[in-house]
Structures are given as C-alpha cells and as structure tokens.
C-alpha cells in the first residue's frame, strides 16, 4: 500500500517522469533486461507496486461499459475531463480486481458529483475496474509496450471464427487491411472488439425521451445517469431531462450487437480474430 500511494503521489505531481521510467533502468532482481516480456512487464509492476496484472478480457469487456457510463467526466482513457484523473486516484491505485471500486462505484460521491451507479451489476462494475486497471498500466508501465506487439492467437482458428461469427453483420472482405490502421496488434484489438464512434457522429447513441408532461425528445445522447439525460436534437440543441417519474427513456446504440458479443466472447477466440486480423496488414 505504502508503495502505491508514493506511486500516486509521484504520479499526481510528475506525471511524465512516472511514464518515462525505463523498464531497464528498474532493478528487476531477475537481471537486468533479461527475462520473456512477461517478466520484465511483472518485474516492473512490482517495482512501482502497481498491484496484480489486469485482467485482460475483463479490461475489453469492461471498455463499452466504461465509455458509456464514465468517460464523459473522466475521458476516454481515465485520464480526466471534467471528474478527475483516475490514473493517478487513490482509489483506483488502492484496488486490487474491484474488491473496492466495486463498492465505492454503488455508492459514489453524489453531493460532490460523482453519481452512485446502483443500477450496474456486480460483473460489469468489476470488469470496469479491470478497463481502469489497464489504463494504469498503460501509462505506468513501459515493460508493457513490447507485450502489447504478441500476438498469441492462432490466425487460422480466428479465420474460421469470423467466416462463423462475424459475417452475419460484415461483408466477407470487409476486414481486409484492417491491421494497417491501428499502431499496434493491442490497439486492434480494442478497435474490433469495441469499436470507435467516428467523429461524424455516425454510430452515436441516439435517444427519445418522453417527458411526463407528454413532450418527446429526440436526439444524440451526451450523457445519462440515474437521474438525468442530456441530448442533443437535430437543431444542435441541448436539452437536460431530469429523470423522475413518468419520465421514459428509449436509448438506441448502432454498437450493441457488439456488446451482445462481447459478453460471450471467449478469451482465446479474441487472441485467435486478433492474431487472422492482424494478418490482414
Ligand atoms: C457526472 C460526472 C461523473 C461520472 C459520469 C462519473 N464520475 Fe467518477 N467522479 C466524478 C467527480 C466530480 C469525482 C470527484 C469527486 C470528489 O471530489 O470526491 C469523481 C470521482 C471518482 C473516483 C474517485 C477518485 C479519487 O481518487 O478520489 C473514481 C474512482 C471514479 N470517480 C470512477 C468513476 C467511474 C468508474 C465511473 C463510471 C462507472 C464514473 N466515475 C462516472 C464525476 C463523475
Ligand atoms: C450482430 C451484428 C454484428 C456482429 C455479429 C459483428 N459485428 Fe462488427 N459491427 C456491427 C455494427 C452494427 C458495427 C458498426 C457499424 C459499422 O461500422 O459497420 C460494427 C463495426 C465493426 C468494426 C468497426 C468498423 C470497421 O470496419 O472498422 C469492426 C472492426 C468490427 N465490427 C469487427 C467485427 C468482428 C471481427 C466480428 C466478429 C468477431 C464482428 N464485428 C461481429 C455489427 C456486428
């Protein structure tokens, strides 16, 4: 605990030193350098005591959730909006695997205008732990960065998984090149499995709302809690409803079939799809 908190302290005051740590530079105590990319990535973390490696396929499945319900106050990457920076959050650093995320996210800090999320299970609230432990890792531990370049699937298996389930939504064809435009097999990843809403606004979540006194809302949500939701209309038109009773609210995402998949993804098909995709430069 100790080890973490000069972590966060060094983190909140210098925070590209933190990023700038050299993998080799840190006493491994299992030789300098040496090791697979796992080790040195494990040696690192134990030195600035960043706590148990995240959970991968719980990171990825957390992502939507995370972007959904977090990312317009902290950003895309936790890194702050108008909340805080999560990176560098006690809270966060102080969690193991959501042992205290999970109970802190329920309850929240209302009166200084972090919400309570009551409404998220147990599951999807750990797996949004895991998105936030990686994203520490990201930024804290450059032994990462090679492992993020491995492939470990098999291209053949994740080539007969898309040909069985992918191509009831895409062309077949449709993923050709597809490697070419991300920076690494990690970023890939994340991009297929939980893809990015363009700036044009083309795959936004869309709502209507129906206020009780029999007014309808349509429009480009911008942000939703349990107690309000603010849309956008075609005018560009900011409209805040605040989430009482009689009060309906009808949410269409373009990207939920996405999510429906994701929860039944397992962890070696995602490896597989990444590793064919990744063959797709
Ligand atoms: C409406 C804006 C808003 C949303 C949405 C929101 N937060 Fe927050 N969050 C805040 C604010 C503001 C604070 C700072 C509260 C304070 O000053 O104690 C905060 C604090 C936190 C902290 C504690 C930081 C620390 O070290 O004190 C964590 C962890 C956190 N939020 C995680 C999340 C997660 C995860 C989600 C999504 C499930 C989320 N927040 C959604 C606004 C938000
Ligand atoms: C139930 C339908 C459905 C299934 C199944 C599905 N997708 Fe998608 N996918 C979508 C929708 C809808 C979008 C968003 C619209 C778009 O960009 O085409 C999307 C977007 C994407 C994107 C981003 C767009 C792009 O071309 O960069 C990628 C990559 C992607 N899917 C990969 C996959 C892979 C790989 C699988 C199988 C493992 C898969 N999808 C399965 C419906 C689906």
């Known amino acids: 605990?100790?080890?973490?908190l000069f972590v966060s302290a060094l983190?909140?005051?210098?925070m590209?030193?933190?990023?700038?740590?050299?993998?080799?530079?840190?006493?491994?105590?299992?030789?300098r350098g040496g090791g697979t990319p796992e080790q040195r990535a494990a040696n690192t973390r134990a030195f600035l005591g960043l706590g148990p490696a995240p959970d991968k396929a719980a990171a990825t499945r957390g992502a939507p959730g995370y972007?959904?319900?977090?990312?317009?106050?902290?950003?895309p990457q936790g890194r702050g909006a108008e909340g805080p920076n999560l990176i560098v959050s006690d809270v966060v650093l102080g969690d193991d695997h959501g042992e205290h995320l999970t109970p802190f996210l329920k309850v929240g800090r209302p009166e200084k205008g972090m919400p309570a999320f009551k409404n998220l299970g147990d599951d999807e609230l750990k797996d949004i732990s895991e998105f936030l432990h990686e994203q520490v890792e990201e930024v804290a531990n450059r032994g990462t960065y090679q492992l993020q370049n491995i492939i470990v699937?098999?291209?053949e298996k994740g080539k007969a998984y898309v040909a069985a389930n992918c191509t009831s939504c895409h062309k077949e064809g449709s993923f050709e090149h597809i490697a070419g435009r991300f920076r690494s097999a990690d970023q890939l990843q994340r991009g297929w499995v939980w893809p990015n809403r363009p700036?044009?606004?083309s795959l936004a979540i869309t709502g209507t709302v129906k206020a009780n006194d029999g007014t309808t809302i349509k429009g480009r949500i911008?942000?939703?809690s349990d107690f309000r939701v603010t849309l956008v209309d075609s005018d560009g038109k900011s409209h805040v409803v605040s989430r009482g009773a009689g009060v309906d609210v009808q949410i269409t995402d373009p990207l939920a079939p996405h999510q429906a998949m994701i929860k039944t993804l397992k962890n070696f098909d995602m490896h597989n799809v990444t590793a064919y995709l990744e063959s797709l430069k």
């Open 1 to 4: 605990m100790l080890c973490r």
């Open 67 to 75: 972007q959904k319900a977090c990312a317009f106050c902290h950003g």
């Open 199 to 201: 700036a044009d606004n």
């Open 16 to 31: 590209i030193p933190v990023a700038a740590v050299r993998a080799q530079d840190v006493p491994t105590g299992g030789g």
């Open 11 to 14: 983190a909140g005051a210098l």
């Open 222 to 224: 911008t942000q939703i």
């Open 153 to 155: 699937g098999d291209a």
